[in-house]
Each structure stands twice: as structure tokens, then as C-alpha cells.
């Protein structure tokens, strides 16, 4: 009898846990990071998936210091550009970061562009 209640202590957890880690990789945003390398690979034919990831993190880390998540969407490119240098020196990225952020800014828009 023990043994069952530890049978479905044992399987409780497990379900719990699968539980969890579906609601995690669902509730970010819904990135498609294969789409947005598709996207961009004119423009960045170099740019990795690790550098959009790094894009991302940056942009719901460093970024939202001071607000929410901004639209990168409704800018120009050249506006775009400009937007992201004047906020890189307000979130003290380094050149690094900014460049994944850039590509990440790409990325979004052209996966919301092919919708
Ligand atoms: C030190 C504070 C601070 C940090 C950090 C910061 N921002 Fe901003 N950001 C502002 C302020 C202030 C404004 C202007 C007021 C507003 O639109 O909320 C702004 C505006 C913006 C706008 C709208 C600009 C426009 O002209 O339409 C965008 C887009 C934006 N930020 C993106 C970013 C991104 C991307 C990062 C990360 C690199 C970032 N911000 C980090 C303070 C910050």
C-alpha cells in the first residue's frame, strides 16, 4: 500500500514537471528563431541562432530597465538603427549585445512582416 502512494507521489511530480517546462517554452513570446534567421540571412548571412537568443535576452533584460518591451516593428530601418544606438547607451550593452540586438530587432520584424 505504501508503495502505490509512493507510486503516485513519484508520478505527480513527474507530471508536474512536464507540466512546467511546456509552460515555459510556450510563453516565450512564441519565437521562431529558425523563421527569423531565414528573415534576416540576406542581411546577416553570418548571424546565428545563439545571436538572436542573446538578441532576445538582452532586449527583455537590459532593455526593459526603464520600460516594457518596446514595438521594434513600426520603425524605418535607419530609424530602427538609431532608436537601438541611443538605447544601447542608455542600457550600457556592449558592442556585442547591441549586435544581437540588432539582429534579434530584424529577426522580429521579419517574421511579423511575413504574416
Ligand atoms: C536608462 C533607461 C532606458 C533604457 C535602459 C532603455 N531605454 Fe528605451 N527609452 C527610454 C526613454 C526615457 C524613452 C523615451 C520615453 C518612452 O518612449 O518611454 C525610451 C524610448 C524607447 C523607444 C521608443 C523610441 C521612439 O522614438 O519611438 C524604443 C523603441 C526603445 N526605447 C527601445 C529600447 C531598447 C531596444 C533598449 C535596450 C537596448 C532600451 N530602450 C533601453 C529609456 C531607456
Redesign the pocket.
Known amino acids: 500500500m505504501k508503495q502505490l502512494f509512493f507510486m503516485a507521489f513519484v508520478t505527480s511530480i513527474i507530471v508536474a514537471a512536464c507540466k512546467t517546462k511546456k509552460s515555459t517554452t510556450t510563453s516565450a513570446d512564441n519565437i521562431n528563431y529558425d523563421a527569423q534567421l531565414t528573415g534576416i540571412k540576406d542581411k546577416f548571412p553570418d548571424a546565428t541562432i545563439e545571436e538572436l537568443k542573446t538578441g532576445n535576452a538582452?532586449?527583455s533584460g537590459?532593455?526593459t530597465?526603464?520600460?516594457g518591451k518596446?514595438?521594434?516593428t513600426k520603425?524605418t530601418d535607419e530609424k530602427l538603427i538609431q532608436?537601438?544606438e541611443n538605447?544601447?547607451k542608455?542600457?550600457k550593452?556592449t558592442e556585442q549585445e547591441k549586435q544581437s540586438?540588432i539582429k534579434f530587432?530584424y529577426g522580429v520584424r521579419a517574421v511579423s512582416a511575413s504574416k
Open positions: 538582452v532586449y537590459a532593455c530597465r526603464c520600460h518596446k514595438d521594434v520603425y532608436v537601438i538605447m544601447s542608455k542600457a550593452i540586438l530587432a
